[in-house]
Nanobody
Framework: QVQLVESGGGLVQPGGSLRVSCAAS????????MAWYRQVPGKEREMIAT?????????WYATSVKGRFTISRDNVKNELYLQMNSLNPEDTAVYYC????????WGQGTLVTVSS
């Protein structure tokens, strides 16, 4: 069973930056489209960015994060990253990674709180 471990969340002030990471325990990581999602309590999980198997290729962003967030990957380390800049309180959420299509199990996520 693939394990996804997100890390790097924390408390940041509005306008600040943060980078979250995802480590995937799979030998096929470099073959997979990967994605970042976020979820606010009481709301559905929202997909915010995707990246194709090759680094810097076939990248998509949700309108809500486009121009502020950057998705990237390291296929040697089997890691996925999300650089988040110009954060605002509406970005407060638990951030998750997964493959597209999704693996059945999700990681625990990493909480990002944007507050002064």
């Amino acid at each position: 069973q693939v394990q996804l471990v997100e890390s790097g969340g924390g408390l940041v002030q509005p306008g600040g930056s943060l980078r979250v990471s995802c480590a995937a325990s799979t030998l096929t990581f470099s073959q997979n489209v990967m994605a970042w999602y976020r979820q606010v309590p009481g709301k559905e999980r929202e997909m915010i960015a995707t990246i194709g198997p090759l680094p810097s290729a076939n990248i998509w962003y949700a309108t809500s994060v486009k121009g502020r967030f950057t998705i990237s990957r390291d296929n040697v380390k089997n890691e996925l990253y999300l650089q988040m800049n110009s954060l605002n309180p509406e970005d407060t959420a638990v951030y998750y990674c997964n493959r597209r299509p999704n693996y059945p199990s999700w990681g625990q996520g990493t909480l990002v709180t944007v507050s002064s």
